[in-house]
Structure formats: structure tokens, C-alpha cells
């Protein structure tokens, strides 16, 4: 079995507790999670689940659907790096007066696809986006500079082949609509049933 870095998709409600009984499904497994990432998707009320694990495709597979078995999950998905796209956020804080006398910032922006968010006198703050390798690049470019603090975000991913999950939701309904409520038999006999 081929290890390899695969995107989790869950569509959720949102409701207190399933995150740690999520994370518990893969803690139990004795597998890393490598970035997690919750969000409101396009749908009002549900959120979206990113999450990225390396491991191999019949583990990914039975991962998601014991995640689908949670009440509150809607749908689980499972894609490749290949069959997303997907950015990564980083923030980069170097001392202001070490960069502007040792660096061409102007440059050093431009080369690494990066700006400047914060420019104060004890520092400056870089902000960049894009795949992890990128975001690593510019970790290398400023360590020189006296790199003092460093964050990046965990990724977000969108389905490349996907819809949107409102179609799925659709389709869903037409293929299985609910029942029409019926009326219970025994609520006009209440006191007739209840008695004791």
C-alpha cells in the first residue's frame, strides 16, 4: 500500500463535540493529522472540513466513511493533491531595521510573491500565500535577516471535479425525498393511552 498526502472534504453541521470525536477517529488509528481546517461552506448551516493526512488510499477510504457514521456529517469526500486546489497562508515577522539595510525589500517581495502587511520600527511582517514549498522559500530567504516569528495557516482546498455540495444536496432530495408527516394515531387519545 502507497503511502501518499490526501484532502479529506467533510460537510458538517455545526455542532459542539464533533470536532474532538473526529479527531478521536484518527487518534485511535494512530494517524497524524497534518493540517485541519474548519470553515462555513456555501450552504448556510453547514461547515466545511479540511483536513490533510498522509497515508494509504483503503485507509483514507475507511477513515471517511466512519466519519460519515457521525450523526452530524453530511458527506465525506476524499481527493489527492492533483484532484484539488489548494493554498496555504504565512505570516513572517523580521526586525525592520536588519532588512531595510541588508535587503532590496522591494525585490525580495516580488521574487517570493509576498507583501508587507505591518511595517513598524521594531518590525516588519511579510505575508505570502501558496503551496507549502513556497511558503518554506521564503522561511529560507529570511532567516538571514534575523527571521523572529513565523505562522502558517492550514490549507484549504477546493474540489476541482466538484459542484458544489448544494447540487448534491439537491439531487439528494429528488432521487429520496422525505415523507409526508403522518399524523400519529394515539395524539387525540392522550389521556387514554398515558393513563395509568
Known amino acids: 500500500m502507497e503511502r501518499q498526502e490526501y484532502n479529506i472534504t467533510a460537510y458538517t453541521e455545526n455542532h459542539i463535540g464533533l470536532l474532538n470525536r473526529i479527531a478521536i477517529i484518527f487518534s485511535r488509528r494512530k494517524i497524524n493529522i497534518e493540517s485541519l481546517n474548519t470553515s462555513p461552506s456555501e450552504i448556510e448551516g453547514i461547515h466545511r472540513f479540511n483536513i490533510v493526512i498522509t497515508e494509504a488510499e483503503e485507509v483514507v ?46 525585490r525580495l517581495l516580488r521574487e517570493n510573491g509576498a507583501r508587507a502587511v505591518v511595517i513598524r520600527k521594531d518590525y516588519t511582517v511579510f505575508e505570502t500565500t501558496g503551496h507549502r514549498q513556497e511558503t518554506d522559500n521564503l522561511i529560507r530567504v529570511l532567516e538571514p535577516f534575523g527571521l523572529i516569528e513565523f505562522v502558517r495557516s492550514a490549507r484549504i482546498a477546493i474540489i476541482k471535479a466538484s459542484d458544489g455540495f448544494h447540487l448534491k444536496l439537491n439531487e439528494f432530495e429528488e432521487t429520496e425525498p422525505s415523507d409526508e408527516v403522518i399524523e400519529n394515531e394515539y395524539l387525540n387519545d392522550r389521556d387514554g393511552v398515558f393513563a395509568m
Open 61 to 106: 477510504r475507511k477513515i471517511c466513511r466512519q466519519i460519515e457514521k457521525q450523526v452530524e456529517v453530511l458527506k465525506v469526500y476524499y481527493n489527492t493533491n492533483d484532484e484539488v486546489i489548494w493554498q496555504e497562508m504565512a505570516l513572517y515577522k523580521v526586525p525592520t531595521d536588519i532588512i531595510a539595510e541588508r535587503a532590496l525589500v522591494e
